[in-house]
């Protein structure tokens, strides 16, 4: 089964930038689009990149999304890090057997 | 304003039915696919099931712990979207969300993906 490896937790100081990666477990995780979600607590998750490197509108220009093909990673940046970027982030793919598979999640604290 | 709003959660024992329902608003319901996604209490996201737009006859695709048990089903004259669920599990206890493909038609595939979501429902299999 195709899965999603994300760290369990990062954190990082108020203005400074923290990047988080999703590791694809086979195949390449190019071959498919990858989204990031933000969930804060008590709140449905929103969509914060979509298509690797898109953002919604309304996602301030500090998310920033990318592909690494020799790590088989995906990264979601979040730059000049604000408290209200504290949550719970999501990585989601697809996988032709499974549909749509999501890393287990990163918890952020900005402190 | 897209909004989707889930009812139907509740507590319920292990074996019996529960019915959710998915009430959209602020878009086309007919044109668009739907999904449910579950979080299990203090776990992450599990894809559960998705039922696509009329254009391709409502089909619906289910996540393997799922399949069998669970199904989706749609009123588009009512823009509601349902998740149909039979035998339930006590590790079927989660919150349910409702969500929507960004696209006209979207057929289901790697370029799919869900927004926005509803804030979900509770559904709690217990003795």
């Known amino acids: 089964n195709f899965m999603l490896t994300q760290p369990h937790s990062v954190s990082e100081s108020p203005g400074k930038t923290v990047t988080i990666s999703c590791t694809g477990s086979s195949g390449s995780i190019a071959s498919n689009y990858v989204q990031w979600y933000q969930q804060r607590p008590g709140s449905a998750p929103t969509t914060v990149i979509y298509?690797?490197?898109?953002?919604p509108s309304g996602v301030p220009d500090r998310f920033s999304g990318s592909i690494d093909s020799s790590s088989n990673s995906a990264s979601l940046t979040i730059s000049g890090l604000k408290t209200e970027d504290e949550a719970d982030y999501y990585c989601?793919?697809?996988?032709?057997?499974?549909?749509?598979?999501f890393g287990g999640g990163t918890k952020l604290t900005v402190l | 304003e897209v909004q989707l709003v889930e009812s139907g959660g509740g507590l319920v024992q292990p074996g019996r039915s529960l019915r959710l329902s998915c009430t959209a608003s602020g878009f086309t319901f007919g044109d668009y696919a739907m999904s449910w996604f579950r979080q299990a209490p203090g776990k992450g996201l599990e894809w559960v099931g998705f039922i696509r737009s009329k254009a391709y006859g409502g089909t619906t695709e289910y996540a393997a712990s799922v399949k069998g048990r669970f199904t989706i089903s749609r009123d588009d004259s009512k823009s509601i979207a349902y998740l149909q669920m039979n035998s339930l599990k006590t590790e079927d206890t989660a919150v349910y969300y409702c969500?929507?493909?960004?696209?006209?038609?979207?057929?289901?595939?790697?370029?799919?993906?869900?927004?926005?979501w509803g804030q979900g429902t509770l559904v709690t299999v217990s003795s």
């Open positions: 989601q793919s697809y996988d032709s057997s499974n549909f749509w598979v």
């Open positions: 298509e690797d490197n898109q953002r």
């Open positions: 969500t929507r493909g960004t696209e006209v038609d979207d057929y289901g595939d790697s370029r799919t993906w869900f927004d926005p």
